[in-house]
């Protein structure tokens, strides 16, 4: 377990040095100067001349890139051209607004996946069964910009139920103060959570309820769950205990292949609802060519999702024994 | 599924609950956030309308761009190169200490310094020195009569001793102003309150904030919505028929400071012929669309000259949308449908275009799309070309692109419009337009201090320019502000909010 | 027995693909419009006898230019997916053959590109590349091809030491002969499922970055652009947008019912999507 831990996390270094580079590659195609874009149509040749010295622009390609390594290794990613401050400052004001929508998100996501997949499952080939897939599959077959601007009217203009944009109190403090009886900081925060979280999860809802109902199926039509049906214990039980611990095996994984996409998502979704998250930093970064805060982005979205998949097969052995960790 | 439907249910009551706490402070919806507080090097407009609160430059420019006095109670000009400003008293900054003239002399010449890398640091270069007199006269010394200088100087003081010091100005800063940060959460908002010791008076607010949604829809609904108190430009054009019809809203045009352009690439082969460039400028429906693309807020433009300048005269005019006045002017250049093809040609070459903006702008790209249509029906073969702004821009820079649609804005000034962008060898002359006659004029514009020779320096320069076309300006851009009931507001044109907080 | 979910499946998703086939293919020919004639003092129609699904907003012809769009839509999803099928079970099906240094080498490329997300990575492609077809639909290949080249080689590595393989092998069929004729046809199943799957993804990909900018440039009438414009006028004009959305939307659950259904009958228990949750090396 440890050496297995141990092995995974050493791959952390190829990946790491991997990402850097091709991200490196790919800015280095990208066309534009972002000394020009810091200066403005304003500025003269020399003075964009002067910026790029000053910003580090004017050395050969291997050596930024060698440099870049080399602070990486003493943690440091480097000062964003266009924000002012270091980049590991940036990342650490965006990421946790990012993780309340996306943690908020996959809870919705499992809620409304595994009602609609049990139910699916229970009822098979039911009209319950072909409505809950289908609508399951109008989630992931609407893009999501649309979805969160129609929501937006309906919920906060129409309706005027919650606030349409900006985020309220810090999540995790807030729920803080919910455990000390004080309940408002929380279903602010919430208000504000509510329709970015609803947008970026119902894509994940659809996979999960799909994956829930085969997986359901599956069990239940295994020789076990018969004989239980057949002893006579009460269905209820069946689908709860049984078939839906089966289910939540590919629910836990796929948890782990949709973060990516969770995280992909908060790019469209944190523009529409205006959330300071780094979805809407990462746009920002690659439309002013801002390098070192592109890379540090993309090597924090990187590095979380290898550990979210790391902690997922984790706890994927936990839940079944019969899965051994190389 | 039903704990979900509560937990929406129970979150809708706290959303009702929750505005009311805070109706006094009012909300600004901004489209970025700042990414500094430090005056000197500012570049985004959110910057420069956040920087106008919490700072004061020696003069103030009023909602009519005319100056007034600012930090500086009164000025001289003994000279046409010198310029003397008196101070103030007693004007404290926000950590408590005193404005002198030091402070003044510092904010300028770390601006010219090129290590800070200020963004306007081009608008002050003419200055030769500038040193403090006594502790409340300064003295600036130009290299050459400069006239605009005046109304660049609303740049907001910083203090000296606080940023030598190693006070962090970029996060938190230390102004003169009306206001001072009280919050700043990154990308998402910036809360300011009001200075008590504000030299004018205690400002006449319980708060302000910049509220940061990039989306300008998503803006606009959080407006209607009543999470936003002002919204103002750039809005999305589609939103502004049905918030003017919204009579809860308060609502208000003004001639705004920026034009949308085309800029011909004046070098050969191609374009360096100006009757060429006249005959494609007919083919630009200017008023559709401005009407239909832009819903009226802005104005169809007939000169590089701005309608709220002192310099604008309407009779200067380039030419208007006329496809059949086109046809012969392009027969008149030389190009002619000889092959039948439906497309002109000349000497065996085909007239092929590509017009290029950037992908940011929307707008931008329907008119473009709209002037492509035209084209090719009048037998240019145009095509798109579209990229982000940095890319775009660069190609731009490089004078490499053939017809480009972009926008000017903050133009408090008529030099700032035209010195650099057609004077000779000029640093934003993208097109390498050259003009010895428009020269003279430009030159004479920027060293006179008489109002009227500049004025008529820059109309017989914008003459030549309407007739020439190295720029063919489609729409002299509109600023819109809407804002709720509750709100006093006098509308300036740069997006400032001073009225608001009664300063 | 199959369940009624599946055949429905099946056949409610391959009608509603082969619709928007028909309409991709024959949509402009029945309209009597040209996708870019513009009528501006006709914007923003509502359906009408001539105008079948209305006006854009330069009010041209909205069932013409949903049509054309169709066929861009369709062309860049089935391209960007079929360049990353090829080379996502190429490098699959070499690299769970090969084994060894090899695999693990490119096991952690493909985790490199697992590790953008996205949309940012094709966001990145298309500024690096430029705006425009063939570049859209690199860039969204670049984003699809680690799926298919995981897939295939979990596949490969569980059929290497299958019996029928080690049989084959004995009898001196040469590699080549072992990985097209034995184990590819044991990945095929599971890969047209993802296909089919994928193209729906890349439908929704192509909208999103035309919203954020990035997409075709215009007029090339794509469904993206033609939704992102119609999402701008929402409030005042919402047929515009109800068009392009339902259209990308009754797509992409076509195409989605389409695989899931083929899933079910292909694979019955499941195979690809196990292999697919299998914890990672």
């Known amino acids: 377990m440890i050496w297995y831990v141990l092995r995974r996390l050493a791959l952390f270094i190829p990946l790491i040095l991997g990402v850097v580079a091709v991200t490196f590659g790919i800015m280095e195609l990208v066309p534009g100067d972002p000394a020009a874009v810091l200066l403005g149509d304003e500025a003269s040749e020399e003075a964009v001349r002067d910026m790029r010295r000053s910003l580090g622009l004017d050395r050969p390609w291997w050596i930024r890139l060698g440099s870049y390594y080399a602070d990486l290794a003493h943690g440091d990613m480097g000062i964003s051209y266009f924000q002012n401050q270091p980049v590991t400052d940036a990342i650490r004001q965006r990421v946790v607004p990012t993780l309340e929508v996306a943690v908020v998100a996959l809870l919705i996501s499992i809620l409304i996946g595994l009602a609609l997949g049990v139910a699916a499952a229970f009822w098979r080939g039911t009209a319950i069964d072909a409505t809950s897939m289908l609508f399951a599959q109008l989630g992931v077959s609407m893009p999501v910009f649309w979805f969160g601007i129609l929501l937006m009217y309906l919920l906060a203009i129409r309706f005027d139920l919650l606030p349409s944009i900006g985020r309220g109190p810090p999540l995790a403090g807030a729920l803080v103060e919910a455990a000390l009886g004080r309940p408002a900081a929380l279903l602010e925060s919430l208000s504000h959570i509510a329709m970015p979280a609803l947008t970026l999860g119902l894509t994940n809802a659809a996979v999960i309820s799909r994956l829930v109902r085969s997986a359901m199926l599956e069990t239940l039509g295994q020789d076990f769950i018969r004989t239980a049906h057949a002893k006579g214990l009460l269905n209820v039980r069946i689908i709860f205990v049984h078939a839906l611990g089966n289910a939540m095996l590919p629910v836990v994984s796929v948890i782990g292949l949709r973060f990516g996409a969770l995280l992909g998502g908060a790019v469209l979704t944190e523009s529409i609802f205006g959330w300071p998250g780094l979805g809407q930093l990462a746009v920002a970064a690659i439309s002013q060519r801002d390098l070192p805060l592109v890379q540090g982005i993309v090597l924090t979205f990187a590095v979380a999702f290898a550990l979210v998949n790391l902690l997922v097969d984790l706890l994927y052995a936990l839940i079944d024994p019969r899965i051994r960790l190389e | ?503 | 027995m199959k369940p009624l979910a599946v055949n429905l499946s099946l056949s409610i998703g391959g009608t509603i693909v082969i619709a928007v086939l028909l309409f991709a293919l024959f949509g402009t020919i029945v309209s009597g419009f040209e996708p870019d004639q513009m009528n501006m003092k006709n914007r923003f129609s509502l359906p009408t006898a001539e105008h079948w699904l209305g006006t854009d907003n330069f009010g041209r012809d909205l069932w013409t230019r949903m049509a054309v769009g169709a066929r861009v839509s369709l062309t860049i999803a089935l391209c960007s997916v079929a360049i990353a099928v090829v080379v996502g079970t190429t490098v699959g099906l070499v690299s769970g053959y090969i084994g060894g240094a090899f695999d693990l080498l490119v096991m952690r490329i493909v985790d490199i590109f697992l590790g953008f997300p996205p949309i940012v990575l094709a966001l990145a492609i298309v500024a690096a590349l430029g705006p425009g077809m063939l570049n859209l639909t690199l860039s969204l290949a670049a984003i699809f091809w680690t799926e298919y080249a995981r897939v295939v080689r979990s596949v490969t590595l569980a059929q290497r030491e299958a019996d029928y393989v080690t049989a084959a092998a004995a009898l001196g069929a040469g590699s080549a002969r072992i990985l097209f004729r034995e184990i590819l046809p044991n990945v095929i199943g599971p890969v047209i499922v993802l296909a089919t799957l994928g193209i729906g993804t890349a439908i929704i990909a192509e909208s999103g970055l035309s919203f954020l900018g990035f997409g075709v440039e215009p007029p090339t009438p794509t469904w993206g652009w033609t939704l992102s414009y119609g999402t701008r006028y929402l409030r005042a004009e919402p047929w515009l947008s109800t068009v392009a959305g339902l259209a990308i939307m009754i797509t992409v659950l076509g195409f989605n019912l389409f695989g899931d259904g083929l899933r079910d009958h292909l694979d019955p228990r499941g195979v690809a999507r196990r292999i697919k949750s299998a914890p990672r090396q």
């Open chain 2, 1 to 503: 599924m039903l704990k979900f439907v509560r937990m929406l249910i129970s979150v809708g009551i706290a959303a009702a609950i929750a505005p009311a706490a805070f109706a006094d402070v009012v909300r600004l919806g901004a489209d970025v956030d700042s990414a500094t507080m430090d005056p000197r090097i500012q570049r985004n407009t959110t910057e420069y309308r956040v920087n106008n609160l919490i700072y004061d430059g020696l003069v103030q420019l009023n909602a009519n761009l005319q100056v007034e006095p600012g930090l500086a109670e009164s000025w001289e000009n003994p000279e046409p190169t010198v310029w003397i400003f008196h101070l103030r008293e007693n004007v404290m900054f926000h950590d408590g200490s005193i404005l002198d003239a030091d402070d003044v002399v510092f904010t300028f010449e770390t601006i010219l310094d090129p290590d800070l890398k200020a963004r306007f640091r081009s608008l002050f270069t003419p200055i030769d020195t500038i040193e403090a007199l006594d502790a409340n006269t300064v003295k600036i010394t130009l290299k050459e009569p400069y006239a605009p200088l005046l109304s660049y100087l609303d740049m907001g003081i910083v203090s000296k001793d606080y940023v030598e010091g190693g006070g962090n100005i970029q996060s938190t800063p230390v102004g003169t102003g009306p206001l001072k940060l009280s919050n700043w959460e990154r990308g998402s908002r910036i809360s300011l309150e009001p200075f008590e010791d504000y030299w004018g008076g205690s400002p006449n607010t319980d708060g302000f904030e910049f509220v940061v949604v990039g989306d300008n829809t998503a803006r606009a609904q959080a407006f209607e919505a009543g999470d936003l108190s002002i919204i103002q430009s750039p809005l999305s054009s589609q939103d502004i028929g049905r918030l003017v019809a919204n009579t809860q809203f308060q609502n208000e045009i003004l001639g705004g400071l920026g034009i949308t352009y085309l800029n011909f690439n004046t070098q050969p082969p191609l374009l360096g012929d100006p009757a060429l460039r006249r005959a494609l400028a007919m083919l630009v429906d200017q008023s559709t669309i401005v009407d239909a693309i832009y819903e009226g807020v802005d104005q169809v433009a007939t000169s590089i000259l701005l309608p709220s300048s002192w310099a604008y005269d309407a009779s200067i005019a380039q030419p208007g949308f006329d496809p059949e006045g086109a046809k012969d002017a392009f027969a008149a250049a030389g190009w002619t449908d000889s092959n039948g093809d439906g497309t002109l040609d000349k000497d065996g070459q085909a007239l092929s275009i590509v017009l290029s903006t950037h992908s940011e702008d929307p707008n931008r790209i329907q008119s473009l799309e709209y002037i492509q249509a035209i084209m090719l029906e009048n037998g240019v073969d145009a095509s798109i070309s579209i990229a982000d702004w940095p890319a775009f821009s660069e190609g731009v820079r490089g004078g490499q692109h053939e017809i480009a649609l972009l926008g000017w804005l903050n133009i408090v000034d008529p030099d700032r419009l035209m010195y650099g962008q057609f004077h000779t060898g000029g640093s934003f002359n993208w097109g390498g337009y050259s003009n010895a006659e428009v020269d003279a004029h430009l030159e004479t514009g920027r060293s006179a201090t008489d109002v009227g020779d500049r004025t008529a320096a820059y109309q017989a320069a914008a003459a030549i320019i309407a007739n020439e076309l190295p720029y063919f300006v489609i729409a002299y851009q509109g600023y819109q502000v809407f804002y709720t009931d509750d709100v006093t507001l006098d509308p300036d044109a740069r997006g400032m909010m001073r009225s608001v907080i009664g300063n």
